[in-house]
C-alpha cells in the first residue's frame, strides 16, 4: 500500500496528547516506556488467549487481571502523560516516577495480597486503609492527566458527595460512610473501581483497541480512505461523502473519535474547503461524522461490551438492535452533505479517467454481485471445510483457509502497483479508478472476516473473538512486508523481515499507549458508580427528575438528554455510557414504568448512550471538533456549533426509539416488516435532514419545513396515530398469568402491571416487560427471566427477583403484586398504513418544490 499522507506537527501532537499522552522520550527512559506499553499489550493477548490454560501457567481470575491491567494503566499514565502543558515531553521528572511506581503498587494491592484480604473482608487494617486513600488520590491525579479536569471534577463531586451526605438538603441527604467502609467499597473489592467497568476494559475494550491499532499500521484505514474516495469523490461535495463514509468505516474498529478526525480530516477537510465548502462546514462535518463513528457497531467506541453487563442480552443482539439508527443516522448525514453541495452549487472532484453511463452501471452491478458473492463464498468454505475435518480439527483447518486465503489475495493486490491518492493541497486532483483501488487491499478484510465470523456466526464472546482477529492482524503486520518483498522481488528480504517485527512491536505500543486514558476512565468511572451504589443516589435522582417533569413521559427524557449532555462534557466515551448508564438509565426505566410506557432496556441504554457522545462536539469542550477545527483553521466554537447543528438528526433517534422500539429491530416479526421499518426509517431520516437544513428539491419555506416535520414524524411514529383510535393493549386478569406467559416465544415479552410499595412507604404502581427465558411453561420461563412468584393463582406475588438479572434490571422488586395483564390488541390496525398519507404529504412537497423550480428556470 502506498504512504497515507502524514499529519502536521501540531496535528500529530493533539493526536498524542489526547490519546497517546504527549510525552515522547528518548534513549533508555523511552525504551523502559515502550517496553512497560508493550508488554501490557502482550500481558492483555495471554489472558484473553487458551494458552495459560494449556501450559497450566499465568492463569489469572477477573479481579488479579483487573487490579494488573488498572497497574499498567496508572503506572503508564504518569509516564506517558505529562502533568501541565508547559511540563516537558522529553523527560520524565522524578515526582512522576514515583507517582508511577506508587500508584501502580496501590492499584496492584488487590493482586499482590489477594489472599490476605480474602480473609479478611469488610475489616480492612491500617496499611490497607493508607493503599486505599493513596490509590485514590493517585487515580484522581492520573484522571485530570489522561481525561482532563471534566472527569476529575465530575468524579471528585461524587466522592465528596459520599462523606457530605449527613450535611446535604434533606432531598439528597443520606448517612454517609466512614473512611473504613469507604477504602473497602471502592478499593478492595468488586464494588468500585474494580467493577464491572474495568472488567470489561480488561476482556474485550483492550483487544479491539489493539486490533483496530494493528490495522491501521499495516494500512488498513489509508485503504478504507482510498477506496471512499475512489468510489464517491466524483459527486457533489464528494470530499464531504468521503468524510461520511470514511468514518463510518473507521467506526468499525475505531473507539476514538478524535483520531477518527485527524487521520481522515487531513485529507478531506482541505479537498471540502478546495470544493467550495467554508473551513466552519468542512471541519464540522468531520467531526460529526466522526461521533458517529462511536454508534456504529461492532465496537461503538467500546460501549457495546459495556452494554451487554449493563443490559444483560448477548453481544449479538445488541449489535442487532444498534445497527439500524446507526446507519440511517449516516445516511441521513451524507444527505445533509449533498443538500450543502446543492445550496452553494458545489462541484464535483473530475475523475482520472472517463467511462459512459452504460460502464458505471455494470461497474456496480459487477461490484455489488462480486461482494455478495464473496460473502457467500465465505460462508460456504468456512461450513464445508468444518464438515468435511470435523469440530475437532476444524479450528486448525480454517487457520490453514485463512492463510491461503490471505496469501491469494495478498498475491493479487502485488500484482498491481500501489494507488494513492493525490496530494489535498495540489492545484488538481484526479480521483483514481474505483477497481484498481479496491482491488489494492482486499487482503486487510481477512482480519474483519475472522472477527465477524466468530461474533456472529460461532458467537464466541466478544474477548474471544477479539483475541482470534487480533492474532490474525499480528500474523499480517509481520509477514505482509516479508511477503510483498517477495510477490514484487523488490528490496532485500532480511530488511522485510525485520521491518515486520518492527512494525508488531510499534503496534504492541501503540495499543498500549492507546489504552492508557480509556483503562484509566473506566477505573474513575468505577469510582462514580461504586459513590452511587454507597449513597443511593440513583434513587434520589429518579425523584428529582420525576419532580422536574412532573409526570411528563417527554419533557423526562428531555431532561434526561440535557443532563446526559453536561455529564458527557470533557468525558471519553467509554467513561460517559458508565457514568450515564449508571445514574440515569434507572431513571428512564422507573420513570416510564410508572407512566404505563414499556420501553425496552436496550432503548434506554441506547438513549443515554447517544446523548453522552454528542459532547464531543457541543461546544465548548467537544474534542472532535477541536480536532477538525485545527486542520480547518475555523474557529472551533463555531466548528462545534455546526457540527452540532448537523447532528440533530442523531440526537432526534434516541426519542423515536424509546416511543417506537421496532427502530432497534424490536417487536419486528417477519422480513416484510423489517424491509417496512428500514425503508420508513431511513426517508424519516432524509426528511427531517431536508427540513433541518432548510432544502429539498429547492430552497423551502416554512409551511414546507412545516410539512416535513409532519411526514417525518409520521414515518417515525406511525403508532402514535393508531393510538388515537386502539389500544395498544387490552388487560388480562392477573390469574391467566401462567397461561399468558405458557404461551409466549423466548422472544417475546410478558407485560404486566404490577403494585406495591416504595422505601418510603408510598404506593406505586408500574408497566413493566418481563422478557420471557427459557422454560417448558410459563412459570419455569418466568422463572429464567429472574422472577420467582407465589401468592395464590388470583394475586400472584413477587417472591423473588433474581439479582443482576435482566427482571432486576427492568425495576421489578420483590413483594409487587401483579394486578394485571397486558395483552396486544389483535383488533388494531396495522401502523403500516399510515405510511401512505405521510409519503403523499412528502411527494406533494417535491412536486411543489419542482413546480417552483421550473416556473423559476422560465423566468
Same mark, same amino acid.
Given at each position: ?96 516516577? *514515583? ?34 486513600? $493513596? /490509590? ?19 468524579? +471528585? ?10 450535611? @446535604? ?32 476494559? #480488561? ?17 488498513? +484505514? ?56 467554508? /473551513? ?109 475435518? +470435523? ?37 488538481? *486532483? ?7 483501488? #479496491? ?128 455529564? +458527557? ?21 422507573? *420513570? ?30 467537544? *474534542? ?43 417487536? #419486528? ?23 433541518? @437544513? ?81 422454560? $417448558? ?29 435482566? $427482571? ?25 398504513? #399510515? ?25
Amino acid at each position: 500500500m502506498a504512504e497515507p499522507a502524514q499529519p502536521s506537527v501540531e496535528l500529530q501532537q493533539l493526536v498524542k496528547e489526547a490519546d497517546l499522552g504527549g510525552r515522547e522520550p528518548v534513549g533508555a527512559v523511552g525504551l523502559i516506556l515502550a517496553l512497560i506499553a508493550g508488554g501490557w499489550s502482550l500481558f492483555q493477548v495471554w489472558y484473553a488467549s487458551p494458552l495459560p490454560f494449556v501450559v497450566k501457567f499465568g492463569v489469572f481470575n477477573d479481579t488479579e487481571a483487573r487490579a494488573i491491567h488498572l497497574a499498567f494503566a496508572v503506572f503508564l499514565a504518569f509516564a506517558a502523560f505529562p502533568a501541565f502543558k508547559s511540563s516537558s515531553r522529553k523527560v520524565v521528572p522524578w515526582a512522576d516516577w *514515583l507517582l508511577a511506581a506508587v500508584g501502580a503498587f496501590c492499584a496492584a494491592y488487590l493482586y499482590l495480597f489477594y489472599n490476605e484480604l480474602a480473609t479478611r473482608p469488610g475489616k480492612p487494617t491500617p496499611f490497607d486503609i493508607a493503599t486505599g486513600l $493513596a /490509590g485514590v488520590a493517585i487515580m484522581l491525579e492520573a484522571t485530570r492527566r489522561a481525561m482532563g479536569f471534566g472527569m476529575v471534577v465530575t468524579t +471528585g463531586l461524587f466522592l465528596f458527595y459520599v462523606f457530605a451526605g449527613p450535611y @446535604m438538603p434533606e432531598v439528597i441527604q443520606h448517612k454517609g460512610a466512614s473512611i473504613s467502609r469507604f477504602v473497602s467499597h471502592f478499593w478492595l473489592t468488586t464494588e468500585g473501581v474494580y467493577g464491572v467497568a474495568l472488567g470489561v476494559s #480488561v476482556q474485550f475494550i483492550f483487544l479491539f483497541v489493539l486490533f483496530g491499532t494493528l490495522l491501521d499500521l499495516a494500512g488498513a +484505514g489509508n485503504y478504507m480512505m482510498q477506496v471512499s474516495f475512489a468510489l464517491l469523490g466524483h459527486l457533489r461535495g464528494g470530499p464531504a461523502k468521503v468524510a461520511v463514509v470514511s468514518s463510518a468505516l473507521n467506526g468499525i474498529v475505531s473507539g476514538s473519535s478524535v483520531s477518527n478526525v485527524v487521520s481522515g480530516g487531513i485529507f478531506t477537510i482541505p479537498m471540502m474547503k478546495r470544493t467550495g465548502y467554508s /473551513g466552519v462546514k468542512a471541519g464540522a462535518i468531520e467531526a460529526a461524522s466522526s461521533i458517529n463513528g462511536q454508534i456504529m457497531p461492532p465496537v461503538m467506541g467500546a460501549a457495546a461490551f459495556l452494554m451487554v453487563e449493563y443490559v444483560g442480552i448477548p453481544y449479538t443482539e445488541i449489535i442487532k438492535h444498534a445497527a439500524l439508527p446507526a446507519v440511517i443516522s449516516y445516511i441521513a448525514l451524507f444527505y445533509i452533505v449533498h443538500l450543502e453541495a446543492l445550496k452553494y452549487d458545489l462541484k464535483a472532484i473530475p475523475r482520472g479517467y472517463q467511462r459512459s453511463a452504460g460502464q458505471r452501471v455494470l461497474g456496480w452491478a459487477l461490484g455489488v454481485s462480486g461482494t455478495l458473492a464473496a460473502c457467500a463464498a465465505i460462508y460456504y468454505v468456512i461450513s464445508f471445510t468444518r464438515w468435511l475435518v +470435523g469440530e475437532d480439527v476444524a479450528p486448525w483447518a480454517l487457520a490453514g483457509v485463512t492463510a491461503v486465503a490471505y496469501l491469494a489475495l495478498l498475491a493479487f493486490s502485488a500484482r498491481y502497483p500501489d494507488i494513492a491518492i493525490d496530494d489535498p493541497g495540489a492545484p488538481v *486532483l484526479r480521483l483514481p479508478e474505483p477497481w484498481p483501488t #479496491v482491488r489494492a487491499g482486499l487482503h486487510f478484510f481477512i482480519p474483519i472476516v475472522v472477527l465477524l465470523w466468530c461474533l456472529m456466526v460461532e458467537e464466541l464472546s466478544p474477548g474471544t473473538s477479539a483475541f482470534w482477529a487480533t492474532a490474525t492482524a499480528m500474523v499480517m503486520v509481520v509477514v505482509q512486508p516479508a511477503l510483498v518483498c517477495v510477490l514484487r522481488n523488490e528490496g532485500e528480504i532480511s530488511e522485510a523481515i525485520r521491518k515486520g517485527l518492527a512494525d508488531l512491536w510499534q503496534g504492541l505500543v501503540l495499543g498500549g499507549r492507546n489504552m492508557i486514558g480509556i483503562g484509566v476512565a473506566c477505573a474513575s468511572a468505577g469510582l462514580i458508580v461504586g459513590a452511587i451504589t454507597l449513597t443511593g443516589i440513583g434513587l434520589t435522582m429518579t425523584d428529582f427528575v420525576e419532580y422536574i417533569s412532573a409526570g411528563n413521559v417527554l419533557l423526562m427524557l428531555i431532561l434526561t438528554a440535557v443532563i446526559c449532555l453536561l455529564l +458527557g462534557t470533557g468525558v471519553p466515551t467509554t467513561a460517559n455510557y458508565i457514568l450515564v448508564a449508571t445514574l440515569m438509565a434507572p431513571v428512564i426505566v422507573e *420513570l416510564g414504568a410508572r407512566s404505563d410506557l414499556v420501553i425496552p432496556l436496550i432503548a434506554v441504554h441506547l438513549f443515554v448512550f447517544y446523548f453522552g457522545i454528542m459532547a464531543d462536539v457541543t461546544p465548548p469542550v467537544g *474534542l472532535a471538533s477541536y480536532a477538525a477545527s485545527a486542520i480547518s483553521g475555523a474557529d472551533p466554537n463555531a466548528t462545534g456549533m455546526q457540527a452540532t447543528w448537523y447532528s440533530f438528526r442523531t440526537a432526534l433517534l434516541p426519542f423515536i426509539f424509546i416511543f417506537n422500539p421496532q427502530i432497534l429491530f424490536i417487536g #419486528v416479526g417477519s422480513w416484510w416488516e423489517v424491509v417496512m421499518v428500514c425503508v420508513s426509517a431511513t426517508i424519516a431520516s432524509l426528511l427531517f435532514a431536508a427540513a433541518t @437544513m432548510g432544502w429539498f428539491r429547492a430552497r423551502c419555506t416554512w409551511f414546507e419545513i412545516g410539512l416535513l416535520l409532519v411526514a417525518t414524524f409520521l414515518f417515525f411514529r406511525p403508532d402514535w396515530v393508531i393510538d388515537r383510535f386502539y389500544a395498544r393493549y387490552v388487560t388480562a386478569p392477573a390469574q391467566e398469568l401462567a397461561k399468558v406467559a405458557d404461551s409466549l416465544r423466548t422472544d417475546e415479552w410478558l407485560v404486566m402491571r404490577i403494585q406495591g410499595d416504595s422505601v418510603e412507604g408510598e404506593k406505586i404502581s408500574k408497566t413493566v416487560a418481563l422478557p420471557m427465558g427459557e422454560g $417448558a411453561n410459563g412459570r419455569e420461563r418466568i422463572r429464567d427471566a429472574g422472577v420467582t412468584l407465589a401468592g395464590t393463582a388470583n394475586e400472584p406475588l413477587i417472591a423473588n427477583v433474581k439479582f443482576g438479572s435482566r $427482571a432486576k434490571k427492568l425495576g421489578i422488586e420483590q413483594g409487587y403484586k401483579v394486578i394485571e395483564l397486558k395483552l396486544p390488541n389483535r383488533e388494531r390496525p396495522s401502523p403500516y398504513w #399510515v405510511f401512505i398519507p405521510a409519503a403523499l404529504l412528502a411527494a406533494f412537497i417535491w412536486f411543489l418544490q419542482r413546480a417552483r423550480v421550473q416556473r423559476s428556470q422560465k423566468a
